[in-house]
């Protein structure tokens, strides 16, 4: 049964609580369409392949973790931007963008599916106190070699990962997409193993010096979590009919 745009709008709200997070874009209803929803596409980016797919499976809403008005973006709709925008409104979608809260929802969010993927049952954000910082903690009771770790994400992200150092791993920090610049607060709360989605020059050094151990598994791969869970819970919840749409990123 379809629900209304400030129905869904509300839903996610409430589930999300975008009002708890410092973040550099709007999440929430980023551009408008039509009023009654019954079909959501979620997916991790809202690209012109995305938006395309979305038009084809007669989508309502798309929901995604990258919309757009970035703080660092230019504000003008022109050229790509602005074919994307106008794809949105000439198919009456709507578009729904959640950063910070799809990465940090205890849950849903992207940080929880790792964890998940990772085999931690139990974990925490390392500051609970501070939603805006999305790096998550916790242990392996039994203990794994950092090789073997590697390739179980290997097997569930369907994908290679760069794997540096060699360390039996019973405490690990993480942060899905490009969190690669929270590792010396890995190590300072004293993890064997930091795992993330992207990978610097510099982040190789501090893993070599600091001594810990690191994994990064791609920032699309590390992040087709929470929109997924979040599409599901829709369904399940307001009875909207779901469809994740992976537009493949090697990144």
Known sequence: MPISRQQLSTALSELLQPHRYQDYCPNGLQVEGRDSIARVVTGVTACQALLDAA????????????????????????????????TLIQADINLYAYHLPLDSHLTLGNNAGLGRALGITEFHPVEPDNPSLPLFVGSLPAGQNQSEVAQQLEHILNR????????????????????????????????????????????????????????????????????????????????????????????
């Open 55 to 86: 038009v084809a499976h007669n989508a309502d809403a798309v929901l995604v973790h990258h919309g757009y008005f970035w703080q660092s973006e230019p504000p003008e709709l022109i050229g790509m931007k602005a074919r994307r925008i106008r």
């Open 160 to 251: 290679a990962v760069l794997s540096e150092g060699e360390r039996f791993v019973r405490k690990v920090a993480w942060c899905t997409g490009g969190g690669q610049g929270y590792i010396d607060r890995a190590a300072d709360w004293g993890a064997d193993l930091f795992v993330t989605g992207e990978v610097s020059e510099q982040t190789i050094h501090s893993a070599r010096e600091r001594g810990i151990g690191f994994i990064a598994a791609g920032h699309h791969a590390t992040e087709r979590f929470g929109v997924q869970s979040v599409g599901r819970w829709l369904a399940e919840t307001l009875g909207l009919e779901h469809e994740f749409i992976d537009i493949d990123n090697p990144a």
